[in-house]
């Protein structure tokens, strides 16, 4: 029962993450709609986080915080450049990983760039929705290659990162510290005008507690624990799920319109992740099972499992 429970526990936790994410991404979205500062946002949220991790971080990692000195940090940054996932495309598990990460991707891509035609009342498609995709049709897909540029570079980072500092509080503390820094040099740059840091009404002031807490702070400690004990292509294979959740909160908390793209992206996501984790697993139960043959320092596994000599 808890190897079962053990198993199945970084799956349970990264659903958790992409649900929390979702939310937060709602709340946002919310938020800047009514007319707050992205990048004000963006500074409160990594602050909030910064000062709600330190305080955890000092308690469960005290003994191993002197470990990390500037040296170490430059280090541990350019070896996190170096590193990369390896992945056996002659066996069948791999194969399946592949696979399984490619209609995830496939998926993914139909949830964030094709919308397809409305599924219930179509006489609702309002007037503002198309002028809106006019206006965002060319930066929105730059954007959001951008930004799906840096989130698979953090997945990389992280995954070498965590082999040398394997603290996820501190870590992930340090990362909001900056980035919140980061944020508010951008802001001040961009705009001096001061009156827009004043945060104003509950929900503004709920979404930015909530999405450094959650989003910026418990979300990121876990998904570097999932990094450390699964690796990067594991954990950044559930990021479609932020996407169908974000969906559904947007059909039912924000009564945005069901279409067709939603429900072909969702489908693909999720037989995509269960590709890809049935092929995880097999590739761990063949290193599992099949004894190391040192030389070299190498170990390779055929497509049958069998070893064979490199």
């Not at 919310?30 to 991790?53: E, H």
């Not at 929900?203 to 990094?227: A, K, N, P, R, T």
Request: aromatic share 12%.
């Amino acid at each position: 029962m808890s190897t079962c429970f053990k198993q199945w526990k970084p799956i349970f936790a990264m659903i958790i993450v992409e649900f929390g994410f979702a939310v937060v991404n709602t709340l946002f979205k919310k938020i800047l709609n009514g007319g707050m500062d992205q990048l004000v946002a963006s500074t409160y949220r990594l602050a909030v986080s910064a000062i709600f991790l330190a305080p955890l971080a000092w308690f469960l990692e005290r003994n191993v915080a002197s470990k990390l000195t500037a040296r170490i940090i430059f280090s541990l940054f350019i070896s996190a450049l170096l590193g990369q996932e390896i992945v056996n495309i002659n066996c069948k598990s791999g194969k399946a990983k592949i696979l399984g990460t490619l209609v995830c991707l496939g998926g993914a891509l139909i949830l964030a760039l094709y919308k397809g035609m409305p599924l219930i009342n179509p006489s609702k498609s309002s007037t503002n929705e198309i002028n809106h995709n006019k206006r965002s049709s060319l930066l929105g897909p730059i954007f959001l290659f951008a930004g799906s540029f840096v989130w698979s570079a953090w997945f990389l980072l992280q995954a070498r990162i965590s082999k040398d500092y394997p603290y996820q509080y501190s870590s992930t503390t340090i990362m909001s510290f900056f980035g919140a820094i980061q944020s508010a040099i951008l802001s001040l740059i961009f705009s001096k005008n001061i009156s827009k840091w004043i945060i104003k009404g509950g929900l503004d002031i709920f979404s930015v507690i909530f999405g450094g807490m959650v989003g910026s702070g418990f979300c990121y400690v876990v998904m570097s624990w999932c990094v450390k004990q699964k690796g990067a292509v594991f954990t950044s294979a559930f990021t479609p799920f932020n996407q169908i959740f974000a969906a559904v909160f947007d059909i039912f908390i924000l009564h945005a319109q069901i279409r067709l793209g939603s429900i072909l992206g969702s489908i693909l996501v999720i037989i995509g992740m269960y590709i890809l984790l049935w092929g995880k697993n097999k590739e761990e139960e063949i290193y599992k099972n099949s004894p190391a043959i040192e030389k070299s320092g190498q170990v390779e596994v055929n497509g049958g499992g069998e070893r064979t000599n490199p």
